[in-house]
């Protein structure tokens, strides 16, 4: 199954991945994960790619192109994938196109999650991730249930992004009206977009994605 996951920056993509990686057995390809490891290495790109980031712009579609092409072409992808964070241009959405068509593979959705921009603010803010095994954490909407002790694999390490202070988020979500919506349109033509309430809380968004995608699995399996 090949799915993409769309919405602003804090809508859940991220978190949603991750629940249906589990459910599904697909690798979650996190475009944001990737840059962040880039910047970790600290080689020449990933200076560049961090200053970029902390302002909250988008980093060059050839750049993503390649790491995405790099990550589809490799075995743990041959069963299907969960594109976190990418596309998020039209010229990315379209090399997204050529890439699948190589591989002789077709998107099953692509799921767009809705939200109130005003709560983006809050969610991004208060939200953290464990440094070993990256579950995310928010202080009011999912806190640690031990203070200070991840719930999965109890470490005590955790971290904030550099991007997620108020500036960087509004030009985040800048970036998302102006050069990752116009892609919506496109998807819709397709007629693979699903729409989901992305205010609902995580148990509620993933229930609701699970039933559509099971909807068009069954579909699929009727008339194939
Ligand atoms: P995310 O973790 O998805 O919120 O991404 C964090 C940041 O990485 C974004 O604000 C961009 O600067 C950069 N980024 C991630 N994915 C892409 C992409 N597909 N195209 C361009 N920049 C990206």
Redesign the pocket.
């Known amino acids: 199954m090949q799915l993409i996951l769309l919405g602003p920056?804090g809508a859940g993509?991220?978190t949603q991945a991750r629940i249906l990686q589990e459910e599904y057995s697909i690798p979650q390809l996190?475009?944001?994960?990737m840059?962040?490891h880039e910047v970790k290495l600290a080689t020449p790109l990933g200076k560049e790619?961090k200053e970029?980031?902390d302002k909250?712009?988008?980093?060059?579609?050839a750049i993503?192109i390649r790491m995405i092409k790099n990550e589809i072409e490799q075995s743990h992808c041959q069963n299907g994938f969960i594109l976190?964070?990418?596309?998020?241009?039209k010229p990315?959405a379209e090399a997204l196109d050529s890439m699948l068509k190589t591989q002789d593979m077709e998107l099953d959705a692509v799921i767009h999650l809705e939200v109130d921009e005003e709560a983006l603010i809050e969610r991004l803010t208060g939200r953290f991730t464990c440094d070993e095994c990256g579950e995310g954490y928010h202080v009011k909407f999912k806190p640690l249930t031990v203070e200070g002790i991840c719930n999965v694999c109890g470490s005590t390490s955790f971290s904030r992004?550099d991007?997620d202070n108020e500036d960087g988020i509004r030009r985040?979500l800048e970036?998302f009206r102006k050069q990752t919506a116009p892609i919506i349109p496109y998807y819709q033509e397709t007629g693979k977009l699903i729409v989901v309430d992305g205010m609902e809380s995580i148990d509620v968004v993933a229930a609701e994605i699970k039933a559509k995608l099971n909807e068009i699995k069954s579909k699929s399996r009727l008339t194939s």
């Open positions: 920056a993509k991220g996190s475009t944001g994960e840059l962040r790619i970029a980031m909250g712009h988008l980093i060059s579609d993503l976190d964070g990418f596309p998020r241009t990315q992004r991007d985040r970036a």
